[in-house]
């Protein structure tokens, strides 16, 4: 286990280490993102009864895997004795300090979730894009009464989107993400008064959904809840990161709030549109009210904003793989790279422009595999050598979100991917 006196948080050195509140900001932010749009979505494919149900389960499931690999990342930090890792590196390390056949997979973990993550954020980065256009297209189109393909409105947001993407780190990110949250709270309260306007009966509604629809409600849900890839960023930047952790730690004040949140939109935004209810609840409301084109344009900005928190993981991949090339001009080249890869989230956006299916398919298959099974193959390992606890319950625990996390990629990923296929065949 290593010295049991050596603290990594008091070795920690940081020029801008942020604080226990920004930390926060920034993982409410992460949390309540476009998935939150979805719920209602989520709920039509499970019922209204058990929606409820499910998504607290889910939420539970979710910030016990982020809560295991910070936890994991702390136990290795005092293994070898450093201050911080990524996400790949702690995989990487777990397999290599771990039992002797797991060894030689060190570097597969690494790469595994490396590839992994990429395609997470990157993913997410061009469902984002693609919200934020459509919110702007209702908008749009109303006053000026032209009608334009989405694939403009989406090419139009790379200027901007690359001037986001310039901010160079976490700490001078943290006040777009206060921006972003001030502007979610207030349009998910202008609507919620819609939806609370001559909502139908709950009890008039399918309570529980037919089972082969399960997939969808989980792929969703995942997608809209899971942080994982922001989570140990946030804690390598963080001035007290213990205080993560803990029953009255920052994830879980902040799960606990979304999960709160997600509930209620979810079970309101489907008793009021039913079975029309659509892959973001803000293109169901009257796009001639003033208010509701007032939601909209907020939750484009809120959207907008939050892509620079997402965008960060995909830099950090493919700047951290690529720097070591470079000797001058390291921050001109940087800058070339956060270009680059910007453009090529916003051509991923303009290529496939949907968002229920596409939102499924990052939620089943990335998100199921990084939040859900790594997080316990990690603990897996490292508690091989600590010990399981009175009657092995860790692993016992740990075999049963196992089973939940492959029965969600495997079934998501195939309703996201039939979806899809009947939407571009339609």
């Given at each position: 286990m290593g010295d049991e006196n050596w603290e990594f948080d008091?070795?920690?050195?940081?020029?801008?280490?942020?604080?226990?509140?920004?930390?926060?900001?920034?993982?409410?932010?992460?949390?309540?993102?476009?998935?939150?749009?979805?719920?209602?979505?989520?709920?039509?494919?499970?019922?209204?009864?058990?929606?409820?149900?499910?998504?607290?389960?889910?939420?539970?499931?979710?910030?016990?895997?982020?809560?295991?690999?910070?936890?994991?990342?702390?136990?290795?930090?005092?293994?070898?004795?450093?201050?911080?890792?990524?996400?790949?590196e702690v995989g990487e390390v777990v397999f290599m300090k771990g039992p002797e056949w797991g060894r030689k997979y060190s570097k597969a973990a690494r790469m595994s979730i490396l590839i992994g993550l990429f395609i997470t954020y990157f993913g997410s980065c061009s469902v984002y894009a693609v919200i934020i256009a459509q919110n702007f297209q209702q908008v749009l189109e109303l006053h000026t009464g032209y009608s334009y393909d989405i694939r403009i409105y989406i090419s139009v947001l790379l200027l901007p989107l690359i001037l986001l993407t310039w901010i160079p780190d976490l700490k001078r990110l943290a006040p777009v993400s206060l921006v972003a949250n001030g502007f979610m709270l207030i349009s998910i309260g202008i609507t919620f008064y819609y939806l609370c306007d001559h909502p139908q009966s709950p009890f008039d509604m399918p309570q529980v959904a037919d089972i082969m629809d399960w997939p969808m409600f989980f792929s969703i849900t995942i997608f809209a809840m899971e942080a994982i890839g922001v989570v140990l960023p946030l804690e390598n930047n963080m001035m007290t990161p213990k205080h993560l952790l803990g029953i009255c730690g920052i994830l879980d004040r902040s799960m606990t709030v979304v999960t709160i949140i997600y509930a209620t939109l979810g079970f309101m935004g489907y008793l009021k549109y039913g079975d029309d209810v659509l892959g973001s609840i803000t293109l169901n409301l009257p796009t001639e009210d003033i208010a509701a084109q007032i939601v909209k344009i907020l939750v484009a900005a809120a959207v907008f904003c939050t892509f620079g928190l997402q965008y960060y993981v995909c830099l950090e991949i493919v700047w951290g793989g690529l720097k070591h090339h470079f000797k001058n001009h390291l921050l001109l080249y940087e800058y070339i790279v956060r270009t680059i890869l910007t453009c090529s989230t916003v051509l991923l956006a303009i290529i496939v422009p949907t968002i229920g299916p596409f939102m499924g398919l990052i939620g089943a298959l990335c998100f199921g595999f990084l939040g859900l099974l790594v997080p316990i193959i990690l603990e897996t390992i490292l508690y091989c050598d600590i010990g399981f606890g009175t009657g092995k319950w860790i692993l016992w625990k740990n075999i049963g979100v196992f089973i939940f996390g492959i029965l969600a990629v495997v079934f998501g990923s195939y309703t996201s991917m039939h979806d899809i296929i009947d939407e571009y065949r339609d």
């Open positions: 008091k070795e920690r050195k940081r020029e801008r280490p942020t604080t226990d509140c920004e930390t926060l900001t920034h993982f409410l932010k992460a949390a309540v993102g476009t998935g939150i749009l979805g719920m209602p979505l989520a709920f039509k494919n499970c019922g209204i009864f058990l929606g409820i149900i499910l998504t607290i389960f889910v939420a539970i499931i979710c910030t016990h895997c982020a809560y295991i690999l910070v936890k994991c990342a702390h136990i290795v930090y005092k293994k070898i004795k450093v201050t911080e890792m990524t996400f790949p």
